[in-house]
C-alpha cells in the first residue's frame, strides 16, 4: 500500500523507523454486526415498491442534462433516449447492477485502519459538508482552511471512528477551485484513516486520484479501492453533469462511490413513505447501474439520505419516525440488491448541541445502526440540519458511537458470561461487587463514556457544575493538545505538497 510507494521513493526505511516509534492512538475496528437487523416492509410491500420504482425508470425516465457521452452510453445499452430524458426499460438497470460488488475493502494509508464496506459490517466516518463551524468560544461562522484542520485531528484521535471523511467543513478562507487540494493534503497528512475524494467538478475528482496515485502509489490505486466518495442525485430524478463527471472518474480508477439520492420528503419526494422509497430506489438503481456501464465492477454503495419537511416553516426535520421508516425499508431494498448500503447520521436541526440535538441524534444514530446500514457519513458533529459542523457535537457524537459499538456485539453466551459461577458464589442475600467473577470482568463488562459526568451531585458540583456542551468543550481541547501526527514518508510529503504548489499556480483564484 504506502509501501509500494515509498518503495519507488526511497527514504522509506527512515520513514518506517518514525511510524514505528511514533505514538498512535488507538481506533476501533469497523463494527461487525452480531445483531438482526429491523425491518418494517413484507415481502409483499418490497415486490410493490420494486416494482413500481422499474415503472418509473421505463415510463417517467430519468434527466442527465448537458452529459452527452452519459446519454450516448445509455442509448448504447438499449434505453430509450428523448434529448437528455433517458428511459430505462424495465429490468435493465437492476440487470447492470449485478456487476457491481456486495462488498470492498478501503484501503487507508495505515493498513491497520482499512475498511470493510458492505455485510455486517458499518464503517463511521464523520460530518459532510457544513460551510459554517460553531463553538462554544467564537459561536456560529463561516469555517476556514483551521478548522478543518481542527476535524480531521479530532477524527483521527476519536476511537470510535473509522474513516476522517471529507468535507469536514467547507473551508470559505480558500479558493472554491483550490479548497479540495488542501482538504486532501490535510487528510492525507494529518490523518492515517481512510477518506474520501472531492466530487465538485470532474477535474477535481481527477484532482483525488492523482494525489492517491503520490501517496498509495499510482498501481496500487487501480488495482485497490482507496477512497469512497459522495455522488449525490438533484431529486427528483436528475443526474446532473458535475456529480455524473466525479462519478466517471472514480469508476474508470476503481474507487468507490455513494449513490446518494437527496431526499426531503414533502419537497423533493412524495409525502408517503411508499411513495418516497419508491422515487429512492428509482434513483439508485439509475445511478448504480450508470457507474457500471462507465466500468463494471466499479465498487459503489446505494444510498438514502432522507428528511422530512416541517409544512409550517419549509425546514427539514431530524429523528422522525417517517425517516426511520424511509431508511429501515431502504435498507430492505439495497440488501435485496446485494448491495452496500449508507444512510443515517448523527442528524438533528438544532442551533446548538443541547437536548433536542441529543434526541435527534439518538434517534438517528439508533436507526443507522438496526437499518443495516454499511457506511454512515455525518456520525459525529452534524448541527442545524447540516448547516453547522459543532466540535463541541463532535466530540459528544464520536463518544456515543462507543455505544453502538457495544450495542451491535449483541449478547455473549459464553461460559463466562453464563456467570453460573458468581451465581453460585454470591447466593441470596449478597453483593456481586468482590466476587471473583466481577473481579475478572470489570475492566471490559461495560461500556465506558470519555465524556459524560456520572460524578456524585457535590464532586460535579464543586468542579464547576459544568454541563455536557462544558465537559465537550475541555475535550476538544485535550483532544487537540494530545494530537500527534502520523508520520509520514519524506518523499511522498514533499511529493504531495509540490503536486498542491503546481495545481495552484496553473490557475487563477475563483471564490464563486
Not at 476556514?144 to 471529507?166: E, I, P, Q, R
Not at 416541517?310 to 448491495?339: C, K, V, W
Not at 457544575?465 to 508520520?487: C, F, G, H, I, N
Amino acid at each position: 500500500m504506502a509501501e509500494t510507494a515509498r518503495r519507488g521513493r526511497g527514504g522509506g526505511g527512515a520513514a518506517r523507523r518514525a511510524e514505528r516509534s511514533a505514538v498512535s492512538f488507538e481506533t476501533a475496528k469497523f463494527i461487525e454486526r452480531n445483531i438482526p437487523n429491523f425491518e418494517v416492509l413484507t415481502e409483499e410491500a418490497l415486490e410493490v415498491i420494486e416494482y413500481n420504482a422499474e415503472t418509473v425508470l421505463e415510463e417517467i425516465g430519468i434527466n442527465m442534462p448537458d452529459n452527452p457521452a452519459a446519454i450516448e452510453r445509455w442509448r448504447d445499452a438499449g434505453a430509450d433516449i428523448d434529448g437528455e430524458r433517458v428511459r430505462i426499460p424495465r429490468g435493465l438497470a437492476r440487470k447492470l447492477c449485478e456487476t457491481a460488488p456486495s462488498h470492498y475493502t478501503q484501503h487507508a494509508r495505515n493498513p491497520e485502519r482499512n475498511v470493510v464496506v458492505g455485510g455486517k459490517n458499518l464503517v463511521l466516518a464523520p460530518v459532510y459538508g457544513p460551510p459554517f463551524v460553531r463553538d462554544a468560544a467564537g459561536g456560529r461562522r463561516y469555517a476556514t482552511m483551521a478548522d478543518f484542520n481542527k476535524f480531521v485531528k479530532l477524527g483521527y484521535m476519536s476511537k470510535w471512528l473509522h474513516h476522517s471523511g471529507g468535507t469536514v467543513c467547507e473551508p470559505t478562507d480558500i479558493a472554491v477551485n483550490k479548497r479540495h487540494l488542501d482538504m486532501l493534503h490535510a487528510h492525507m497528512t494529518l490523518s492515517d484513516k481512510p477518506f474520501m475524494g472531492s466530487v465538485t467538478e470532474p477535474s477535481r475528482a481527477q484532482d483525488s486520484v492523482d494525489m492517491c496515485g503520490i501517496l498509495f502509489g499510482e498501481s496500487f490505486v487501480q488495482q485497490n479501492t482507496v477512497m469512497t466518495s459522495l455522488i449525490n442525485i438533484n431529486s427528483p430524478m436528475t443526474f446532473d453533469d458535475v456529480m455524473m463527471g466525479a462519478l466517471e472518474v472514480y469508476a474508470k480508477n476503481n474507487q468507490a462511490c455513494i449513490i446518494s439520492p437527496f431526499i426531503v420528503g414533502g419537497a423533493m419526494a412524495p409525502v408517503s413513505i411508499a411513495g418516497t422509497l419508491t422515487q429512492v430506489l428509482a434513483e439508485a438503481l439509475a445511478g448504480i447501474a450508470y457507474s457500471q456501464l462507465v466500468r463494471p465492477g466499479a465498487p459503489v454503495i446505494m444510498g438514502a439520505f432522507v428528511t422530512s419537511i416541517d409544512m409550517n416553516s419549509g425546514a427539514p426535520t431530524f429523528g422522525t419516525p417517517e425517516a426511520s421508516h424511509i431508511t429501515y425499508g431502504a435498507g430492505q431494498l439495497a440488501r435485496r440488491l446485494n448491495l452496500p448500503y449508507r444512510s443515517a447520521g448523527s442528524f438533528c436541526g438544532s442551533k446548538l448541541p443541547d437536548a433536542q440535538a441529543a434526541y435527534e441524534t439518538a434517534n438517528s444514530l439508533n436507526m443507522g445502526l438496526l437499518s443495516g446500514v454499511n457506511f454512515m457519513l455525518h456520525s459525529c458533529g452534524w448541527l442545524e440540519g447540516g448547516l453547522v459542523s459543532s466540535f463541541e457535537k463532535f466530540v459528544m457524537d464520536a463518544d456515543q458511537l462507543g455505544a453502538l459499538h457495544h450495542f451491535a456485539k449483541g449478547v455473549q453466551m459464553d461460559e463466562n458470561a453464563q456467570a453460573m459461577d458468581a451465581i453460585r458464589e454470591v447466593g441470596p442475600g449478597g453483593h456481586y461487587l468482590g466476587c471473583a467473577h466481577t473481579q475478572a470482568n470489570f475492566k471490559s463488562a461495560f461500556w465506558k463514556s470519555d465524556l459524560l459526568d456520572y460524578k456524585p451531585f457535590e464532586t460535579w458540583e464543586d468542579e464547576g457544575a459544568r454541563d455536557t456542551q462544558s465537559l465537550a468543550t475541555a475535550r476538544v481541547e485535550k483532544m487537540l493538545a494530545d494530537y500527534q501526527q502520523p508520520a509520514l514518508d519524506a518523499g511522498i510529503r514533499e511529493a504531495l505538497d509540490a503536486y498542491v504548489a503546481q495545481k495552484k499556480a496553473a490557475e487563477p483564484d475563483a471564490f464563486m
